[in-house]
């Protein structure tokens, strides 16, 4: 028996401005700058971090950390989230401010 996943398509505006923001990784002490058009997973990924991750389509969750602070976007469901200590998929969503992660 297997099972298999369609992912829901990441949205990506290609007219939307293309901006860059500070993320934080408080357990390891590292500042890096990424792109609000991009997953944070993949993001952190391209600069040689490597959280813990599985699907990457936002379904097993096994790559969700604290957001501590900042504001988020869903890229499959465009919904932004500015809440502070809450779960974050890394995965599907991409910054869209500043963000501090406990990574």
Same mark, same amino acid.
Do not use: W, Y
């Given at each position: 028996?297997?099972?298999?996943?369609?992912?829901?398509?990441?949205?990506?505006?290609?007219?939307?401005?293309? =901006?860059?923001?500070?993320? *934080?990784?408080?357990?390891? +002490?590292?500042? @890096?700058?990424?792109? #609000? &058009?991009?997953? /944070?997973?993949?993001?952190?990924?391209?600069?040689?971090?490597?959280?813990?991750?599985?699907?990457?389509?936002?379904?097993?969750?096994?790559?969700?950390?604290? =957001?501590?602070?900042?504001? *988020?976007?869903?890229?499959? +469901?465009?919904? @932004?989230?500015?809440? #502070? &200590?809450?779960? /974050?998929?890394?995965?599907?969503?991409?910054?869209?401010?500043?963000?501090?992660?406990?990574?």
């Amino acid at each position: 028996m297997s099972e298999s996943f369609t992912p829901m398509a990441l949205s990506i505006d290609e007219n939307a401005e293309v =901006k860059t923001f500070t993320v *934080t990784l408080t357990k390891s +002490n590292r500042i @890096v700058e990424v792109s #609000n &058009n991009k997953p /944070l997973l993949k993001a952190l990924q391209e600069q040689g971090i490597n959280p813990p991750h599985g699907c990457g389509m936002g379904i097993c969750n096994t790559c969700s950390c604290e =957001k501590l602070t900042g504001t *988020t976007q869903n890229m499959q +469901n465009k919904s @932004v989230c500015g809440n #502070n &200590n809450t779960a /974050l998929r890394l995965c599907v969503n991409a910054a869209q401010g500043p963000v501090s992660l406990d990574l």
